[in-house]
């Protein structure tokens, strides 16, 4: 078993819980469970015991969002997230956990600007992206975070707040598009050996946690009116982002 301290359990726990939220209800919370747990665990051993607390999360939300997925998003993200999966399985072997983090903020950052700005301009008129390379790039920049340091989520966030979907299909589809991307990045965890019998063990343990946190998540998602929602999605991300520049 990973050593930890009795504040690192609380942590693990507590990150473990927060994951659950964000997977049924409240998309970004669970971002801040990557810095959280890197600050507890050795930094590649952080990135493998948070997969499999998302895998086992994933179930929880692709369950209760069975029928709320918008398919045509998750699918025409799919190959340029794999794409991007690739790349950071190599990215990991020569880029450092500390130099991804602010590229990732920054990154987060640009993308919640360009959207405040179009729809401060637009407003409920703002476009929804069309073009073909808006989901690619997406799709990549997804796969590639996703991979490197478990912090796609803000990314995935912006995509769907672009495609002005309803709280109930945003969360839908962003549960199904990580149930299939997760399980995707197995393999290539295990074999950079992220992923052992050890963060298996411990993932395991969190369950009934997870469990907790998805239906806290639940609770509060029925609960939310759309616009708070959205901004309180936009407030996380951005809040994300900026702990992941320092």
Known sequence: MLELDPVGWVVVVLCATMVGVTKTGIPGFGILAVPLMASVLPARSSVGVLLGILILADLFAAAYHRHNAKWRHVLGLLPAALAGIAAGYFGLK??????????????????????????????????????????????????????????????????????QLPKVEFVGTRAWFFFVVNWLKVPFSANLNLMTLESVKLDLMM???????????????????????TTIV?????????????
């Open 234 to 246: 936009q407030f996380l991300a951005a809040a994300a982002a900026i702990k992941l520049l320092f």
């Open 94 to 163: 020569a880029v450092d956990d500390e130099l991804l983090k602010p590229i990732i903020g920054g990154i987060v950052l640009v993308m919640l600007g360009i959207n405040y700005w179009r729809t401060r301009i637009k407003g409920k008129d703002a476009p929804i992206p069309s073009q073909w390379w808006f989901a690619v790039v997406f799709g990549f920049l997804a796969g590639v975070t996703t991979m490197m340091a478990n912090a796609a989520g803000p990314i995935m966030i912006m995509y769907l707040l672009a495609m």
């Open 207 to 229: 369950l009934p946690f997870i469990a907790a946190g998805a239906v806290i998540g639940i609770f509060f998602l029925k609960r939310i009116p759309q616009k708070a929602f």
